[in-house]
């Protein structure tokens, strides 16, 4: 008998194990089961981010093209009304009969070239003929009204209009 209860003893311990064991793979499968859920709607917020991100780039990108658009048709930005390579703001100073180290032509490059508004201002020289190009928003006028008169005396002026100004050397001389 003892032998009879030690075996439905062990047999009771083994069918407890064996529900015990049973009960953790039920709670495993379902621990299993939670982390899969929660890896799925991690790669679902991960997707929906990056989706984000690439609506939110193409939109600053469109905005962007946009602006431009909309500055080109009111004359703003980098394309400023450009007419035969030459920008709107573009205007030409030629001064005849000088020569390239010309006292009053160096003065009046330097005085342009620091010019408030004055942008990108280049001097060339050819045949006893200077030219002067530089970028202004105002006309040719604006620019030459804004040149000391002590130092614009120094030169005729030939011609003039919005974009050029013809100039030759005066027979004064400038005064220190």
Not at 1 to 21: D, G, N, P, V
Not at 24 to 30: C, L, P, S, V
Not at 70 to 99: D, E, H, M, P, R
Request: some cysteine; hydrophobic content about 35%.
């Amino acid at each position: 008998m003892k032998t009879l209860r030690k075996r439905l003893w062990l047999i009771a311990l083994f069918a407890f194990c064996a529900i015990q064991a049973q009960q953790k793979k039920t709670e495993d499968k379902k621990v299993i089961k939670e982390v899969d859920e929660v890896n799925k709607t991690t790669e679902e917020v991960n997707q929906t981010a990056k989706n984000t991100d690439n609506a939110i780039k193409s939109t600053v990108e469109n905005s962007k093209e946009t602006i431009k658009t909309i500055g080109s048709l009111f004359g703003s930005g980098k394309n400023k009304g450009k007419t035969a390579g030459k920008s709107k703001g573009s205007i030409t100073i030629a001064v005849s009969q000088v020569s390239y180290d010309n006292e009053h032509l160096n003065r009046l490059y330097s005085h342009l070239s620091n010019a408030k508004g004055v942008k990108k201002p280049t001097k060339s020289f050819g045949e006893g003929q200077a030219s002067i190009n530089l970028i202004y928003k105002e006309s040719a006028d604006a620019l030459w009204q804004g040149v000391p008169k002590q130092l614009r005396s120094a030169f005729k002026m030939l011609r003039m209009d919005d974009k050029s100004m013809a100039l030759e050397l005066a027979d004064l001389t400038l005064e220190e």
